[in-house]
């Protein structure tokens, strides 16, 4: 959490997948509090969480490539590559999206949108 939060002041958002509910990702969160502030978040709202686009682009990428890859290591040379090269403009886009997402959401009582 160092790493990712240096200054102590990160915002870390989860999506309360029942992974990341474990009893040891939650001691994680208990003994890291001072580094960084765990955002609540409601469980099943991709619409919500721009990130689950961006997971959705790059798998497009690397279902695309051919041939795949062959090894783990390719892998994460692919994925770091596409990471690095997304668009800026997808990022202010998916960021300029958060209103209509969330007008949305409470539109469909919290269920399914277009997101």
Known sequence: MAFVFPTGNGIFQQDNAPCHKARIVLECFEVHTEEFHLMSWPPNSPDLNPMEYIWDVMKRQLR?????????????????NIWYNLSPVMYQTLVASMPRRLAAVLKAKGGATRY
């Open 64 to 80: 695309a490539q051919t041939p795949p890859c062959p090894n783990i290591s390719t892998l994460r040379d692919h994925c770091l």
